[in-house]
């Protein structure tokens, strides 16, 4: 290992400055478009740098040596993007001389379509997000839609958050998916409620909602004061509609035509069941088998916040509980909110948070220790930046993606990550199920971000009928019918017959307005482009989610989106399965139309062929040994070359990130 | 409520005598649970005072029960209705003589009540249970493995090689004592079946003397493996299944008095083993599907063996 | 195993690395390093049984119309009628008459009683012993049994659920390498566990053999323990795609009579599938059988599904038996609740959700056969003996492998749970 030092002096001068905008930073809660201001960025990653030097003195460890380019290519396509370099993208990078070459790809990374696929996945991972809520009848594709909205919009956290926590109306109206958040736990307030101050807060207080905490300081009663803000409201709630649309297939005055009640229950489960109304009580009675201390079975109590800060005074039920919970959460005082979300993105970019697990703090007491920050100096001037730039995600990662810190070269050692780290070298990591999904299908598919998928604009299927439409363009038409008009849609949609095969009888539906859907599919003008590859080879992030269990994703460890991050990175054998005997022989390397053969047969010698096969999957250069080792096979022709990219796909090398 | 028919078809198929209550395993948990935190040896509080057992009913030793307290005899065995503890358990949980008493601990549920009336009803026997009538007392909390009673088998085995099992474990089966606290061996070869042959068999010759439970089903074993097999003494279980073993094999088992169940489907066996097989008395269970066992044969078979089930289908 | 001590992966993982590290071996079974060989498992009761095959009847089984008419009202049973069977003063419905004469093998639960009335809940309840929540997922039974259980056969997974929802046999905290392996068609087999046909077995060979000559080379560079453990997983992939046990999941391998036997029916052949399995030692089977929410016309629907559920399970029963496999082998038939004992005319004489009471059975792995726990009054309505919850019938289970049934295990959040929840086994079943 090569001993480097970060230039620890050279930004003493920033500290200063650093500490004054940090103090500063919610005075200056301005418009200020910070993650485009280069110097700003520069600045921040800077002063990053410098605390993280300071640990390294500290714990008295050295650095490892920086990453070369084809490591850092590799590591930030994989980070910002989700998925490897394509063969040109590789080329183009390593070729490019110019000194500032990093700084302008993070810029172009994040600004991709990739960032935007990514970042849903996470987002739809950490908020569970699902295409199918409750028994899998109900449509979850509005809160879906929120969050690809949230993510491509580079919407502030803050945002998203109140967003998320005070939303009401249906879920299918402009920007009001976020109801999903409630919706997706329907009938269990209080789980939703212990989630919430896990993702926002990092507290975890579901024990607390049986009984004490036993471990933590949390009181069965500090867990219903908590609940009491957002007690009251009603998910699945709706108008004179669905009460409409549910009494047409179902109770007493029901629809006497089974098709019928067929047509009126899809557009219950797909377009009027989602929505939530309520503001939150701001009370809540205690359970009956309430068993904790302060408090009594049946007792009213009143929202308090967990930490100081907001709380409702009256023992009569207010309107805007979860205006209130919301303000309180997100308030830039809150040191916790910033602190999580600062923690997170950390995780995101850095690969192991400051803390761990990232979405569990324990504050320290007389007896126990609490959590332990591993660099309580980055972590605090994290959280000013993020306060200073609004809670401007992409800026915040723009300015980690662009620290010597994050360009260090890979520490091999097995890294606890429980254990406070100094972050003096990259630990490994398996890569996760969408990287792995994603980096095999850049392989294949041209321009594979662009490539979109039907699962945020899926088609209407109404009793297997398609109805050569979305589900988007029935919601526009029908959102708001009264109910006389939504019978007669009924009754006309029960006569319909699908097109038979580019017939005119596109029905009905044709003479309608044709609603615009900017979350649908590719254009046919696009398909051409993709005519001939698997239609199933998308991004993850442009599948239903999650994917059937059998399916690639899951096997790698997809989450199933039952709890928050619930993905996994272990690997065993049925993924070795899938690697040696399924998807890689089957659709990749089998698929003779796959991009990566372009760029073999592209070059001229054998060698070339190697190195084009080398930089497309690993993103470098053979050594010597392994052109020596994999010659023979280019030598062969098609059957050699398919040799060496089966083997490829199954080294080492490509399922980790160093 | 558990309720017994006969069944008509098959008769006495597969019925197995049925076993009586046993106190530590099953009435043991259940007092344990419910009363022995009130109903114990008087104790010196945090304060120093000395707690009385309620109702003067100690539950700590067979004795005890039996004496009762206050009220009358705690267990008349084979009268539940004479006997206390019973009696007060029904009891709806509102009444004032309701045990456990409310808030001190959940009524028993009905198959609990059920297991203390039938082993009244059986007469009340405590096995080897001494509580604290013994000088020392094995604590046994409710929930833990309860020990068994003694099992005659068990007298006198000694502790199984390590390394011996080790080897066998390592051909992938699955090897250990029958049940905790116990020195008889169960070995179950299910993985890679084709590999065990009549030496691997020979590695279990160290066993002989603990191995009660053998899984041999689909492997290459002959009947070389079942002349070390007639070793076995401790041996209950056997199953040979699927493998080439013959009526020669079966022979070998004569001095397997011990042996109560043995399963030989798909094999070469032929009525000429029934002979071998009517010599063993405990035997009670009997597969011959798919061997050359016929339906009379079967027949005489079970009717040799009072209460066995002989079947070829 | 480490039992009471926080389940924290990335600890046990950086253990098990260390360990292996050391040895210079790999043990690591199929689904991954943790999940032990059963060699370590001593059941605490002699004769205990040694693997479950779970039928999950999904949809909520109405129990008037299958395993519970005995002494019923006609009013309540409608066009269903009662049979007498194997077990003398015993009778089932009309609909089951090949499970009728394996009577004697079986003990019905009819106080089964649950807290939960929506599917989804109610199969959760079933199958996990908790309420459904928000903030956790419970692990499944089967992870559960083979968490502490172990493995019969290190070659072969510990727990595969057919036809089965994912959601209901996901290892849930305990983490994938305990969830059932899945499989959709009982007919197809292992995914991905035969060579490709487009691949050549010598260049299957070289390719490996290539793959293998990088790897070693990178753990020169990069010597990391979790990039070498996912490095050994592919000596266990390569011994399971070569292993003689990879053939339990093969029904093709059955004869066609036994096929029959089963019924052709995708439940049927699963059940067939389930037998295989458990001959070549698998612990935990579930195999799942649908469509039992009949809200309308329950009278026709039931005779459907129970004729696929009449054959499997008959078959089952009597193939067990006969291989001398049903003393070691428990089999469950679950649902996740019953159906109201009123005929709903307006819905085709449909029968509606009914958690208050139902009915599920038990056979084999010590079971007493030819018996009943549990009593419901004679409209089927109310269990008026031997209430049963999901979580006793999990407890039961339990009980059946000799599984230490109070053996907490602390998820990686720290919350401490049991296989069966408060449940308690109902021991009278069992000899």
Avoid at chain 1, 159 to 183: D, H, N, P, Q
Avoid at chain 2, 154 to 161: Q, W
């Amino acid at each position: 290992m090569i001993r480097i030092s970060l230039p620890l002096r050279s930004c003493l001068g920033l500290l200063s400055a650093a500490l004054v905008s940090s103090a500063s930073a919610q005075l200056a809660r301005k418009e200020a478009d910070l993650g485009n201001d280069p110097a700003w960025i520069k600045k921040a990653a800077a002063e990053i740098d410098k605390r993280i030097g300071t640990g390294f003195q500290k714990a008295k460890v050295s650095a490892v040596a920086p990453a070369d380019d084809s490591r850092w290519l590799r590591r930030v396509y994989l980070d910002a993007t989700g998925r490897i370099p394509s063969y040109s993208e590789a080329k183009a990078f390593l070729d490019d001389s110019a000194p500032d070459k990093r700084e302008k790809l993070v810029e172009k990374l994040l600004n991709s379509e990739g960032y935007v696929s990514q970042m849903y996945n996470y987002f739809c991972d950490l908020f569970r997000a699902t295409s199918r809520l409750g028994d899998g009848t109900r449509s979850g594709v509005p809160y879906l839609r929120w969050i690809r909205e949230s993510a491509a919009s580079n919407k502030s956290w803050d945002k998203m958050t109140a967003e998320l926590l005070t939303s009401s109306g249906g879920g299918w109206e402009e920007g009001k998916g976020a109801v999903g958040y409630f919706e997706r736990d329907r009938g269990m307030p209080l789980d939703n409620m212990a989630n919430t101050t896990r993702i926002f807060l990092g507290t975890h207080i579901e024990c607390a909602q049986c009984h004490d905490h036993p471990y933590d300081k949390w009181k069965q009663t500090d867990f219903y004061e908590m609940a009491a803000f957002t007690h009251g409201m009603n998910t699945g709630s709706g108008d004179e509609r669905k009460k409409f649309v549910n009494e047409q297939y179902n109770g007493k005055n029901e629809n006497p035509d089974a098709k019928k009640r067929e047509i009126y229950r899809w557009l219950m489960d797909n377009i009027y069941d989602f929505g939530v109304a309520g503001g939150g009580d701001g009370v809540i009675k205690l359970p009956m088998d309430f068993k904790g201390k302060g408090g009594k079975p049946d007792e009213l109590v009143k929202a308090k916040s967990l930490f100081p800060g907001a709380r409702n005074g009256s023992p009569k039920p207010i309107d805007d509980g979860r205006e209130k919970f919301a303000k309180w959460v997100t308030d830039p005082a809150n040191p916790r909110f910033s602190m999580l979300i600062a923690n997170r993105m950390w995780k995101r970019v850095m690969g192991i948070g400051l803390f761990e697990p990232v979405d569990k703090f324990i504050e320290g007491t007389r007896d126990t220790p609490g959590t332990v920050i591993s660099n309580p100096a980055v972590m605090d001037y994290l959280q000013s930046i993020l306060r200073e730039s609004n809670f401007d995600l992409k800026a915040f990662q723009k300015v980690l993606f662009n620290t010597r810190t994050y360009a260090l070269g890979t520490n091999g050692n097995p890294v606890d990550p429980r254990m406070p780290y100094t972050f003096h070298g990259r630990a490994v990591r398996r890569m996760n199920a969408e990287q792995v999904w994603d980096s095999m299908a850049t392989l294949v598919v041209p321009d594979i971000d662009y490539r979109k998928g039907n699962a945020l604009s899926p088609s209407a299927v109404v009793g297997g009928r398609n109805l050569g439409r979305t589900v988007y363009d029935v919601y526009k038409e029908v959102i708001n019918f009264k109910p006389a008009e939504i019978s007669a849609w009924v009754d006309k949609v029960v006569t319909y017959t699908p097109a038979t095969k580019g017939g005119d009888s596109m029905m009905m539906m044709d003479s309608m307005m044709s609603a615009k859907d900017p979350a649908a599919a590719s254009t046919s003008k696009d398909a051409a482009r993709w005519s001939g590859y698997s239609n199933d080879l998308i991004r993850a992030s442009e599948l239903s989610a999650p994917t059937p269990p059998e399916h690639f994703l899951r096997k790698f460890g997809q989450s199933s989106r039952e709890v928050i991050e619930g993905g996994s990175s272990e690997s065993d054998v049925t993924q070795i399965l899938s690697l040696i005997n399924g998807h890689v022989e089957k659709n990749i390397v089998a698929e003779s139309k796959a991009v990566v053969y372009k760029a073999i047969d592209a070059a001229a010698s054998p060698e070339d062929k190697v190195k084009a096969a080398f930089l497309a999957i690993l993103t470098r250069y053979p050594t010597p040994a392994e052109l020596d080792l994999l010659l023979p096979e280019a030598k062969k022709g098609r059957e050699g070359i398919k040799n060496i990219l089966y083997a490829l796909l199954n080294s080492n090398e490509f399922i980790f990130i160093l | 409520m558990l309720r017994f028919s006969l069944p008509s078809l098959f008769l006495a198929a597969s019925l197995p005598a049925t076993a009586e209550i046993n106190f530590r395993t099953q009435v043991l948990p259940v007092l344990g649970k419910a009363c022995a935190e009130c109903h114990k040896a008087p104790q010196k509080d945090s304060s120093g005072k000395v707690q009385n057992p309620k109702g003067g009913l100690r539950m700590d030793a067979p004795s005890h029960l039996l004496k009762g307290g206050s009220g009358g005899a705690g267990i008349e065995p084979g009268d539940p209705d004479k006997s206390l503890v019973y009696q007060r358990v029904l009891l709806p949980q509102e009444h004032e003589d309701a045990m456990p008493p409310k808030g001190k601990g959940k009524p028993l549920t009905f198959a609990e009540t059920e297991i203390v009336k039938n082993w009244i009803l059986e007469g009340a026997k405590f096995g080897d249970w001494k509580g604290s009538d013994a000088a020392t007392t094995a604590a046994t909390a409710p929930g833990s493995p309860a020990k068994r009673t003694a099992d005659p088998l068990a007298a006198g085995v000694t502790e199984a090689p390590a390394d011996v099992l080790k080897k066998i474990a390592d051909l992938g089966a699955v090897v250990g004592p029958v049940s905790t606290d116990s020195k008889l061996l169960r070995i179950e070869f299910v993985a890679n079946t084709s590999t065990i042959t009549d030496k691997t068999v020979d590695l279990l010759k160290p066993l002989a003397g603990n191995i009660t439970d053998l899984d041999l089903s689909n492997t290459k074993i002959t009947d070389a493996s079942m002349a070390t097999i007639g070793t076995f003494t401790k041996l209950t279980r056997l199953s040979i299944g699927g493998t080439s073993v013959t009526d020669a094999g079966i022979a070998s088992l004569k001095g397997l008095v011990n042996l109560d169940s043995l399963n030989a489907h798909s094999t070469q066996v032929s009525d000429a083993a029934l002979a071998t097989l009517q010599s063993l008395r405990k035997l009670k269970q009997v597969h011959f599907w798919k061997s050359r066992v016929s339906a009379d044969g079967a027949k005489s078979l079970q009717k040799a063996l009072p209460g066995s089930s002989v079947s070829i289908d | 195993m480490i039992p009471n001590q926080p389940d924290e992966l990335s600890r046990r993982q950086l253990l098990t690395s260390l360990a292996k590290s050391a040895l210079g071996v790999s043990l690591l079974p199929l689904t991954g390093p943790t999940v032990a060989h059963g060699a370590d498992f001593v059941p605490n009761r002699p004769r205990a049984a040694k693997s479950v095959i779970f039928l999950m009847m999904s949809g909520g089984m109405s129990h008037l119309d299958t395993l519970d008419v005995m002494g019923k009202k006609k009013d309540v049973l409608g066009k269903t009628e009662a049979i007498s069977t194997s077990a003398t003063g015993m009778q089932l419905s009309a609909n089951l008459p090949k499970t009728a004469q394996q009577m004697h093998h079986i003990a019905l639960l009819n106080g089964m009683n649950t807290t939960q009335g929506a599917h989804e809940q109610g199969q959760y309840l079933m199958t996990r012993s908790y309420i459904m929540r928000g903030t956790i997922v419970h692990p499944a039974l089967g992870s559960w049994v083979v968490r502490l259980a172990g493995k019969r056969n290190s070659n072969l997974p510990g727990y595969v659920a057919i036809s089965t929802d994912p959601n209901q046999a996901a290892g849930g905290f305990m983490g994938a390498k305990y969830s059932g392996v899945p499989i959709g068609e009982p007919g197809q087999g292992l995914q991905d566990s035969m060579r490709p046909n487009s691949v050549s077995e010598a260049d299957f060979e070289k390719r490996l053999k290539l793959a293998d000559s990088m790897n070693k080379q990178f753990h020169t560079l990069v010597n990391n323990p979790s990039i070498r453990e996912h490095n050994n997983l592919y000596s266990d992939a390569l011994r399971l795609m070569r292993c003689e046990d990879l053939k339990g999941f093969d029904i093709a391998k059955e004869p066609t009579e036994m096929q029959e036997l089963y019924g052709k029916s995708r439940f049927g052949q699963g059940c067939l599938l389930a037998r295989r399995l458990v001959e070549h030692g698998v612990r935990f089977v579930q195999v799942t059988l649908g469509g039992w929410d009949t809200h309308y016309d329950n009278f026709t629907a039931v005779p459907a599904r129970a004729k696929d559920l009449d054959d499997g399970l008959a078959a089952l029963l009597k193939d067990l038996h006969r291989r001398g496999m049903l003393n070691d082998t428990l089999v469950v038939l679950g649902t996740e609740f019953g159906r109201t004992p009123e005929i709903i005319g307006e819905h085709q004489d449909g029968r509606d959700h009914f958690p208050q009471a139902f009915s599920c059975l038990m056979a084999g792995g010590g079971v007493h056969g030819g018996t009943f726990y549990g009593k419901k009054d004679d409209k089927g309505a109310k269990v008026v003996e031997g209430l049963t919850t999901p979580q006793d019938l999990n407890a039961t289970i339990g009980y059946a492998l000799g599984l230490p049934v109070d053996q907490v295990v602390v998820s990686p959040s720290g919350r401490p749970f049991t296989i069966a929840d408060k449940g308690k086994p109902i021991t009278a079943l069992f000899s």
